[in-house]
């Protein structure tokens, strides 16, 4: 289901581990990603602590502003994984332990199961199970708020099943140069074709790698005929500076 | 200059290609340990998109929110660089040509100086510089709000800079044990560990790696006795789990 105006995402990244410099965000650039396929755009993303009051303020405020917020972080056994019931308070609904989750994860551990394992099993009432086909203790959805798993391979799993049933607009097309040519050359050509064609964003991104300097302008736009002819003109400015401009590979 | 309470400080990443998934964010780890090392917490971090408004709102709410407020990316000579103009708004002061700034620009670039380049000596009225060692162009803080490059090289050169100066706390301490033990196994002592020791941060983070699971915890606190103090509790636990835990290599 696609349609001509803007789906947006935020994401809320839930962990001490990331604030602290310990642990490089592993998620970010794949939600981004997998969204874009699905037409949604990526909005904003935070990064907040584990404190309820944090959690609670950032959902409330990005629930309202898009069409769909992600959290990632938080949901495990622990002390610590307090998304669950920050996420109930966020919608002033009481936390129950869901029959579905609960025999997802006895069935899992069976003699093995305890009050911790269990936890797991706990969500703001209201709210339909996400599944995890990694390690079984599910993600939950209440209204727009898709809750996951902080640990990559998981939260990509959780979320590649989410995806597919988001409803979007249409994907965003994108195409890059890369010239060896500093931006600050290109800058004022580059303004020009922006402002020639308002529908599209083109982005600057200057670079330094191998010791050698120069420029990615990256061009998106839902039409890829528009896409296309911006790329062209990018490519005959760069070409009017002396450069030949390289393809960039895609990541 | 250090005292007993906890300095905060926030980081804004602006920048489409963040949002997109077209680059992966490089300075948010390097921000949040320098941080440690000067006794400030990283408490928040927003990834916003080119726009002012969004910029403006996340400056406004982070710089009364905590002690420092630092800004990456959207301070070069592109169309698509408006973070001068933002800030400017959010302070409600307007943008002027800094005459130090002007002067580093026609000195670094000579005969080739343009009005795009010239763009990046535009700061909001009362500004601070904050010297770029690599590419000359440099940031500025205007009262705790200082504002960065996003090339990471740039970034990190600015950084290191300003971290020299910051006032903070005392410096955060940490250590972590490894176990291939799951944490929902741990939790509930773990949690009383947690409860004996109110003042530290116990963090818990399963892992997958090389197809065998396990949990890093991760203890933190400003006094580096309590955190080897609570170091011993974990490893008495997991020791009574049958699991010899290892010390985990900091990147």
Chains 1, 2 share one sequence.
Do not use: W
Not at 7 to 27: F, M, P
Not at 49 to 75: C, H, M, Q, S, W
């Amino acid at each position: 289901m696609t349609d001509d105006r803007i789906y947006t995402a935020a994401l809320i990244i839930i962990g001490n581990e990331i604030l602290s410099g310990r642990t490089q965000d592993a998620n970010l650039a794949y939600v981004a990603n997998g969204l874009n396929k699905s037409g949604v755009r990526l909005a904003e993303v935070r990064v907040v602590p584990d404190i309820d009051t944090k959690i609670i303020k950032a959902v409330n405020e990005l629930r309202i502003e898009n069409d769909y917020v992600f959290t990632t972080g938080g949901i495990g056994p622990t002390h610590d994984d307090i998304t669950s019931h920050s996420i109930a308070a966020a919608f002033g609904v009481k936390v129950i332990r869901h029959p579905d989750a609960e025999k997802l994860l006895r069935d899992h551990y069976g003699a093995d199961i305890n009050d911790s394992r269990l936890k797991m099993a706990e969500v703001p009432e209201g709210s339909d199970l996400i599944p995890n086909p990694v390690s079984r203790a599910p993600g939950f959805r209440i209204t727009n708020v898709h809750v996951l798993a902080g640990v990559p391979r998981i939260m990509k799993a959780q979320f590649d099943g989410v995806c597919l049933q988001l409803a979007g607009g249409k994907p965003v097309k994108s195409r890059s140069l890369v010239a060896h040519l500093a931006e600050s050359v290109m800058a004022e050509e580059l303004g020009k074709i922006q402002e020639r064609y308002p529908s599209s964003d083109v982005g600057s991104y200057p670079f330094m790698r191998a010791g050698k300097s120069g420029t990615a302008i990256v061009v998106r736009d839902i039409e890829q005929v528009t896409v296309d002819a911006v790329i062209e003109e990018v490519r005959t400015m760069m070409t009017g500076f002396g450069v030949e401009p390289e393809v960039e590979v895609q990541l």
